[in-house]
């Protein structure tokens, strides 16, 4: 068997152009661990064996039981270095996304919960060491038996794991991220950088020679979980979450993981319990509703009413676009009232060409309007996008009335730059 220093390697788990990584047992301490030897074609570039030795500051740097442990650094004959890290004994992300989604399965809210919370541990600490990342992909985050895990709580806090629990992560599972070679260290540096990054999970500012800050590691995270909700529908809030976190403009992004794990969180959280049906809206004149395509008579009147509640809403907002309708509309918005309430949640600010998305968050009413910023009215469209061409401010209107007819309004402005 081949022997590194005082490790005797049992199989290769991977190969690059950059390093290749050895499962090794470590003959002094009578463990298994993951030797990572930098190829050496790279040994006589100065700057190759500056960033695989800096990797290693780098982890160790960025202490958390979500980033891969170094436990040594040594060197092969001919100056070519290993760092001996913690050994991650199943595999990466990808290969498990993959071999799930070969079985037909596609994540639950579970799975993104517990992956959002060990992202945003794995990241907290990366940042909090005052680095960027850079690189977050499936193929960099890896999964590891040892040790077991305790609670979210605890790893928000700063103690141990995110609990596993899920087809993705299992119970007896954690999550490690991996492979700091191309991050940045924003105390020794302005923050510029080079195009990198793998592609699909690489943010735009990476795509060319940009300013880089803890937010390019934000879209990442974001990008990285819309490719494991893939499948079905997710809640509006949610996508509406993810899509923030990969706002063009950095700006518009969370500010930090803590706040985008929190807009996660909330997304994902269990809605309240609906309460039974009463049993008398399934029958008609005491009778039971027919079978096949013949809706009851009640729910045929409901739909009715919506239609012709929308209709209105149509007239009334054409009226106001056209000025026939300034007393309505000219007197104090109304966003709520008995129990019914309309708001737009959606960007303050946009870049010109850039798509912003609102969406329409409406409690105790079934109908609404739109009125977008070029006149359009779109109708009960739970979100709607939208692409300045031109700098300055802008306008959204959500309109819907309540059960007694009371208008409700909700003006939603933002700016849009150049």
């Avoid at 070519?80 to 037909?104: C, F, I, K, N």
């Avoid at 300013?211 to 819309?226: K, N």
């Avoid at 105790?364 to 939208?386: H, I, K, N």
């Amino acid at each position: 068997m081949q022997r590194i220093g005082r490790y005797e390697v049992i199989d290769r788990l991977g190969a690059g152009s950059f390093a290749t990584v050895h499962r090794a047992h470590d003959l002094r301490l009578d463990d298994e661990v993951a030797l990572k030897v930098l190829a050496e074609n790279h040994t006589l570039n100065p700057d190759m064996l500056e960033r695989f030795i800096g990797e290693g500051r780098a982890l160790r740097r960025a202490r958390s039981p979500h980033v891969a442990a170094v436990h040594d650094i040594g060197e092969l004959p001919h100056n070519q270095p290993y760092l001996v890290l913690e050994l991650a004994d199943r595999g990466t992300l990808g290969q498990r996304v993959e071999s799930l989604r070969a079985q037909g399965w596609t994540a639950s809210s579970q799975d993104l919960l517990i992956l959002a919370r060990s992202l945003a541990a794995a990241l907290g600490a990366v940042h909090r060491a005052q680095l960027v990342h850079r690189d977050l992909s499936p193929g960099n985050l890896l999964l590891t038996a040892r040790p077991g895990a305790s609670s979210a709580g605890e790893a928000r806090a700063g103690g141990g794991p995110v609990a596993g629990g899920g087809e993705l992560i299992a119970a007896d599972e954690r999550l490690l991220l991996a492979d700091l070679g191309m991050c940045k260290d924003l105390a020794r540096s302005s923050g510029l950088t080079v195009a990198a990054g793998t592609s699909g999970f690489r943010p735009p500012e990476q795509e060319r020679h940009g300013r880089v800050d803890a937010r390019a590691d934000i879209w990442a995270m974001s990008a990285l979980l819309a490719w494991i909700a893939e499948g079905p529908r997710r809640p509006t809030a949610f996508t509406r979450a993810l899509a923030r976190g990969m706002a063009e403009n950095p700006r518009r992004r969370p500010a930090d993981v803590e706040a985008w794990l929190a807009r996660i969180e909330e997304a994902l959280a269990e809605p309240p319990a609906t309460p039974p049906a009463d049993p008398s809206a399934s029958t008609s004149q005491g009778g039971t509703a027919p079978d096949g395509d013949a809706a009851p008579a009640s729910a045929r009147l409901r739909r009715g009413a919506r239609m012709a509640l929308a209709a209105v809403l149509l007239v009334v907002g054409l009226a106001a676009g056209l000025g026939l309708g300034e007393r309505v509309w000219h007197d104090p918005p109304v966003a709520a009232a008995d129990g019914t309430s309309v708001t737009i949640d959606g960007p303050e600010e946009l870049a010109v060409g850039e798509t912003g998305t609102f969406t329409a968050e409406v409690t105790g009413a079934e109908t609404w309007v739109w009125t977008l910023p070029d006149g359009r009215f779109l109708v009960d469209r739970a979100t709607v996008s939208v692409i300045p061409t031109s700098a300055g401010r802008a306008e959204l209107v959500l309109r819907s009335r309540t059960a007694d007819g009371t208008v409700l309004e909700t003006h939603h402005r933002f700016r849009v730059e150049e």
